[in-house]
């Protein structure tokens, strides 16, 4: 079964960090670009970040740019999305997703652009409150 499993949201403060995982099963994630996603109660979903693997590439949207990093674990199957600084208008659910052979580019992280992909995580809850 092929899916995309998110985990390690949850309740932080203001400045903390947390680690978002995505884990793959059913597919390896050599080949796949893996964008990380982000929706806030009544809020469009915004694009925040898209690794590629074909080129290495990977762009982070301006709100989170500086405190975000994406890393890969390939032994893992795993992408982590590690969030420092973290503020109270970082709360949302956190979505993986991938697509195979795929390059990332600005648009995957300019606001109002909506970018759709092969597979889809279920999403994590952030938290950011003191």
């Known amino acids: 079964q092929v899916q995309l499993v998110e985990s390690g949201g949850g309740l932080v403060q203001p400045g903390g960090s947390l680690r978002l995982s995505c884990a793959a099963s059913?597919?390896?994630?050599?080949?796949?670009?893996i964008a990380w996603f982000r929706q806030a109660p009544g809020k469009e979903r915004e694009g925040i970040s898209c690794?590629?693997?074909?080129?290495?590439?990977?762009v982070f949207a301006d709100s989170v740019k500086g405190r975000f990093t994406i890393s890969r674990d390939n032994a893992k199957n795993t992408v982590y999305l590690q969030m420092n600084s973290l503020k109270p208008e970082d709360t949302a659910v956190y979505y993986c997703?991938?697509?195979?052979?795929?390059?990332?580019?600005?648009?995957?992280?300019?606001?109002?652009?909506?970018?759709?992909?092969?597979?889809w995580g279920q999403g994590t809850q952030v938290t950011v409150s003191s």
């Open positions: 997703a991938a697509e195979e052979y795929y390059y990332c580019s600005g648009a995957d992280v300019t606001p109002g652009v909506l970018v759709e992909h092969d597979y």
């Open positions: 059913g597919f390896t994630l050599d080949y796949y670009a």
């Open positions: 690794t590629s693997a074909s080129d290495g590439r990977t």
